[in-house]
């Protein structure tokens, strides 16, 4: 019974642990009103919240993270059998036969995430009240922030799998609304749709799971399906089918193979949106959804090897991408495909990682919204030059930054005693620790994954900040770079103390996955490790090390032109991650093409096999009826003729019949 945590109702001492909200868990629906109710005034406040919207939009953020470590602490002074809080709202669907309650589940896997949100997100607030003042929609900027956060906060406190589909949903529009803020930008609007286009396709498969749930168990709550994963009462069969639905709805909001298109075309939108949705919302939803799912999952041997494949794919892809581009955001995008694979490898492990993907997605959570900021501020230093190869030098000019993205860049590679040493090597050895050929093949792919990381992230910071200066202090195209205000500054210098010690904090002693136990179960090791974990920490230094060391023979050590070299000087591989690896192509002629087809082939049939059918009905029975008036001239003699003459018709054809 290991796989039913607590909302089946057996924690990890076997006892019943889903308890009714009482005290100031009966106002855990703040958490979501604050933000909600901040995007509300800003909305429909119109012009008169011009001049205060930043703040309002602050504010509310930063109310509900302080009213979210209120009820955090509250819920660490409990004992571990009753640290998952339920409180029922009302009723939604109140229909026979399927009763569905609007509820908030708080408890530990939840509560991490609810500090997550609410914590970044307000850093990223406040950095944005700089990054946005002169901007003259910023009011509906930080109300559209505002619904992002409530959004989100709903998905990850909903007790029931179709309430948490409408937090899904609502990120989805959240999102769509700010990759498409600079709509006059026909890039930012096509981005947008895209977005909304491929996440459409996982929302299918979340929706399917959803319905296959209800057929199967009769309700849709957390604690109905739990239990009925613990009774045995859902066959492998359907128990695989809905995992490998969630899978598909997972894999579009967290950006991974083969819906990840989308994830780096979203950096059209402004930079502090590119660090909400990389670091504290969107594309950690997938993660949490698998990690929530535990005892579905747990139950099918099946869809985690499905998910560790997809793992895998995606660790390299976008590592191999992200090493050809050279706009600072899109690097950091990939970096995003990659180190969420990471965390999917680790939740695809089973209950040995479920634990682990959540440490690195916190982790993460940190230094990469540091790298957003920290980008979005030599972006604002360069006046909204992108393109790394027009940098270089700008330590100089921004130290601040320099300083604070150099450290999130230290974080992701993995250097010695900085969160992503902590976390992303204890997913490698994981890897590992399964066992046999795939435990070899993932544990590689993970290690191979380290050094490309090094890699490309080393290269995009020495084309940056290092090296020499690619720009020009006057002409047309001046560049005159300076460091952002310290209303941007400030949440970044934050963000770099979590780079630097979340990862130990979190993992050390075990303090975390202690924490996360009555909901994910216990991630304890099991059996000897396939290799040493100092030799294996040893290795994946050394293999970080010869990437780093490639990027800084080949950027800081040679001249670096100015303007990316043609397709034809670059060898098919680079010319391949720069077109996505041909991905975007691939789901254009296996999604998109078909679906225009039956679209088209629909509509033609619709006009000419229904309507076709309707209308031919239609004009036969008007040129009949048209005809038929004809006979209807008005006169006598034309009336007693037609008589006369059906009279000797019907005559001739009596003696025809008696004659025969």
């Known amino acids: 019974m290991s796989s039913v945590h607590a909302l089946a109702g057996v924690g990890a001492e076997g006892a019943t642990s889903v308890v009714g909200a009482t005290g100031a868990f009966n106002a855990t629906w703040l958490l979501l009103a604050l933000p909600l109710a901040g995007a509300a005034v800003l909305l429909l406040g119109g012009r008169r919240t011009d001049r205060t919207g930043h ?57 991490v995430f609810v500090l997550l949100i609410t914590g970044v997100g307000t850093l990223i607030h406040i950095y944005s009240i700089g990054y946005m003042a002169h901007d003259p929609g910023r009011r509906r900027f930080f109300a559209y922030m505002n619904l992002f956060l409530a959004s989100m906060l709903l998905l990850v406190l909903a007790n029931d799998f179709l309430v948490t589909f409408v937090g899904w949903e609502m990120v989805g529009l959240s999102s769509y609304l700010l990759i498409k803020f600079w709509e006059y930008k026909p890039a930012a609007a096509t981005a947008a749709n895209k977005a909304f286009y491929v996440n459409r396709v996982g929302d299918v498969g979340f929706l399917i799971a959803i319905m296959l749930m209800f057929a199967t168990v009769g309700t849709t709550s957390f604690t109905g399906v ?80 499905v998910v560790l494949i997809v793992a895998a794919i995606t660790i390299l892809l976008g590592c191999v991408i992200g090493c050809a581009y050279d706009d600072i955001k899109k690097v950091l995008a990939y970096s995003t495909v990659s180190q969420i694979g990471y965390m999917f490898l680790a939740v695809g492990l089973g209950p040995a990682g479920y634990a682990l993907g959540i440490l690195h997605l916190l982790a993460h959570g940190f230094f ?79 290690l191979l994954g380290a050094g490309l990381t090094a890699f490309y992230m080393s290269r995009i910071f020495l084309l940056t900040f290092h090296g020499e200066r690619r720009w020009s202090d006057s002409g047309p195209d001046a560049k005159h770079p300076h460091e952002s205000p310290t209303v941007m500054t400030a949440p970044m210098i934050v963000l770099a103390f979590g780079s630097v010690f979340a990862g130990g904090l979190l993992v050390l002693g075990g303090s975390l996955q202690h924490w996360l136990t009555p909901s994910i179960g216990r991630s304890a090791e099991v059996g000897a490790h396939t290799i040493n974990p100092a030799v294996l920490t040893v290795l994946t230094l050394v293999v970080a090390a010869g990437g780093f060391a490639g990027a800084y023979l080949r950027y800081q050590l040679r001249p670096v ?93 009596l003696l025809l019949v008696k004659a025969s």
């Open 55 to 111: 703040l309002i939009g602050t504010l509310a953020a930063a109310a509900s993270f302080v009213f979210g470590l209120v009820l955090f602490f509250t819920l660490h002074g409990r004992s571990s059998s009753g640290r998952e809080v339920s409180s029922n709202l009302f009723t939604w669907l109140p229909v026979n036969g399927l009763k569905v309650n609007v509820g908030l589940l708080f408890d530990p896997l939840s509560s």
């Open 226 to 305: 739990f239990n009925a994963v613990a009774q045995h009462a859902i066959g492998y069969g359907t128990l695989t089918a809905i995992a490998l639905t969630l899978l598909l709805g997972a894999a579009s909001k967290s950006g991974q193979f083969p819906l990840q298109t989308w994830l780096p075309d979203a950096m059209e939108g402004p930079t502090p949106i590119s660090a909400l949705i990389h670091a504290a919302t969107m594309v950690t939803a997938g993660v949490y959804l698998i990690a929530r799912s535990n005892p579905i999952f747990t139950g099918s041997q099946a869809a985690r090897t």
């Open 368 to 446: 990469k919204a540091g790298l957003f900021l920290g980008a979005g501020s030599v972006i604002h230093g360069m006046d909204d030059e992108q393109d790394a190869r027009r940098f270089g030098g700008l330590w100089r000019f921004m130290p601040v930054t320099w300083v604070t993205f150099g450290l999130g860049y230290l974080a992701i590679i993995g250097f010695p005693g900085l969160s992503g040493f902590f976390t992303k090597d204890k997913i490698i050895e994981a890897a590992f620790d399964k066992g046999g050929t795939s435990g070899w093949i993932l544990g590689c792919v993970a």
């Open 561 to 653: 032109a100015a303007v990316a070299p043609a397709d034809s000087e670059v060898s098919p591989v680079t010319v391949a991650a720069r077109h996505d690896l041909f991905l975007n192509a691939f789901n254009e002629a296996v999604l998109m093409r078909p679906g225009q087809y039956l679209t088209r082939f629909l509509v033609w049939s619709e006009a000419v096999g229904i309507d076709g059918v309707v209308r031919g009905i239609a004009a036969g029975v008007g040129g009949l009826s048209g005809r038929m008036r004809r006979a209807q001239t008005g006169f006598v003699r034309t009336y007693a003729l037609s008589m006369l003459t059906g009279s000797v018709l019907l005559v001739g054809a």
